[in-house]
T-cell receptor, first 114, second 111 residues
Framework: IAGITQAPTSQILAAGRRMTLRCTQD?????MYWYRQDLGLGLRLIHYSNTAGTTGKGEVPDGYSVSRANTDDFPLTLASAVPSQTSVYFCASSEGLTLTDTQYFGPGTRLTVL | LAKTTQPISMDSYEGQEVNITCSHN???????ITWYQQFPSQGPRFIIQ???TKVTNEVASLFIPADRKSSTLSLPRVSLSDTAVYYCLVVYNTNAGKSTFGDGTTLTVKP
């Protein structure tokens, strides 16, 4: 059982470029989440999806967009990357529909925007 | 703005009990407190969750006082493999996606 997979593992990106971070879960969880983690800080919620077909904004949504076409996939898109988006991005999922439910995290994507 | 506060770092020795406290003054009536553990280059992993009083599982205990403005994660008899960053998470508004992870406590267990 893979759990949550994220791709790519790491990426260096020129400012202004478009980038999609991929996230797939095989646990048939209802909810999925995207967080960013900056050096020495906690995780901040970017966007979330309680069920397929629905999405919501988290704490820091500006500059990011998401879609949830099916249960398993939850891609995160940076339409025009900026250096302040340099971070480690974690995707997570939970069986329940809320942030209170136990979240299972992927291994992360390390993104550097130059 | 809701905020969660934890100590930046703690040191301990193998076999000792470690207590890490998180302050969450603005916690709402229906909010739960969840703790996660994170090793370098990995995503966080669930440890324990509670609402009030005391919760215990196979790896930790969580103590929450009556006013719920803080919580304490207790790790009994730590080992070197418990060296990690520990985060508390409080969800302030589930419907609006509002949650706050603390900045994490780096626990270093020494032999």
């Amino acid at each position: 059982i893979a759990g949550i997979t994220q791709a790519p593992t790491s990426q260096i990106l020129a400012a202004g470029r478009r980038m999609t971070l991929r996230c797939t879960q095989d646990m048939r969880h209802n909810a999925m989440y995207w967080y960013r983690q900056d050096l020495g800080l906690g995780l901040r919620l970017i966007h979330y999806s309680n069920t397929a077909g629905t999405t919501g904004k988290g704490e820091v949504p500006d500059g990011y967009s998401v879609s949830r076409a099916n249960t398993d996939d939850f891609p995160l898109t940076l339409a025009s990357a900026v250096p302040s988006q340099t971070s480690v991005y974690f995707c997570a999922s939970s069986e329940g529909l809320t942030l209170t439910d136990t979240q299972y995290f992927g291994p992360g994507t390390r993104l550097t925007v130059l | 703005l809701a905020k969660t506060t934890q100590p930046i770092s703690m040191d301990s020795y193998e076999g000792q009990e470690v207590n890490i406290t998180c302050s969450h003054n603005n916690i709402a009536t229906n909010d739960y407190i969840t703790w996660y553990q994170q090793f370098p280059s990995q995503g966080p992993r669930f440890i324990i969750q509670g609402y009030k009083t005391k919760v215990t599982n196979e790896v930790a205990s969580l103590f929450i006082p009556a006013d719920r403005k803080s919580s304490t994660l207790s790790l009994p008899r730590v080992s070197l493999s418990d060296t990690a960053v520990y985060y508390c998470l409080v969800v302030y508004n589930t419907n609006a996606g509002k949650s706050t992870f603390g900045d994490g406590t780096t626990l270093t267990v020494k032999p």
